[in-house]
């Protein structure tokens, strides 16, 4: 978890009303907040390239696509959890909460050497719990390698990392190029 700092336990209700008024963004584990250290360049390209183009491929239908300040909330025992998902599918009736969203469809993280380890293991474990997950993606920023994991195939890695390979959301009928995902990016 990249946590520049870690604070005392906190509610969620401290947590949530915190977050609305703090310029850095925190995730939540259980009553531990960490805060968020920030992206680099290769991070916001990559992200704004899939953003934009699931933005056109979903515009008119039921599906909402989030990047960065939207969150995911879990709940994994009795634990509370709200994770700060690069982006985020949504299309499930039953999220209705401005700040969080509880039944996503896809997820993806955009890998850093400080979150890679966190993405591919604390949070692939919790992601994959929640019942309307269908699909989590792994994009490397430092390399041309895109990870992907599909609830059908049992949660066993897809590796993509050639730049005519296409990323296909199955769950969502979308298909990027990977030279699309990565443009802009040396790699």
């Not at 925190?26 to 907040?33: A, D, S």
């Not at 599918?89 to 997820?107: E, G, N, Q, S």
Request: proline letters at 4%; charged letters at 30%.
């Amino acid at each position: 978890m990249p946590a520049a700092e870690q604070y005392g336990a906190v509610t969620v209700e401290d947590y949530l009303s915190g977050e609305l008024r703090s310029e850095t963004r925190h995730e939540f584990l259980g009553g531990t907040v960490y805060e968020m250290a920030g992206t680099s360049e290769e991070h916001n390209v990559i992200a704004t390239n899939l953003l934009a183009a699931l933005h056109a491929h979903l515009r008119g239908k039921s599906c909402r696509v989030f990047i960065v300040d939207m969150k995911v909330r879990l709940r994994i025992s009795r634990d509370d959890i709200f994770y700060y998902p690069d982006l985020m599918v949504a299309c499930d009736a039953r999220d209705t909460d401005r700040y969080f969203m509880r039944y996503p469809k896809v997820l993806i993280e955009v890998l850093s050497p400080d979150t890679e380890r966190t993405d591919r293991r604390e949070k692939f474990s919790s992601y994959t719990g929640l019942e309307t997950l269908e699909e989590y993606v792994l994009v490397a920023q430092d390399r041309r390698e895109v990870t992907l994991f599909r609830r059908n195939r049992q949660w066993q890695p897809e590796i993509l990392a050639q730049p005519e390979q296409v990323l296909e959301l199955t769950s969502l009928d979308f298909t990027v190029p990977l030279h699309i995902v990565y443009e802009g990016v040396k790699v």
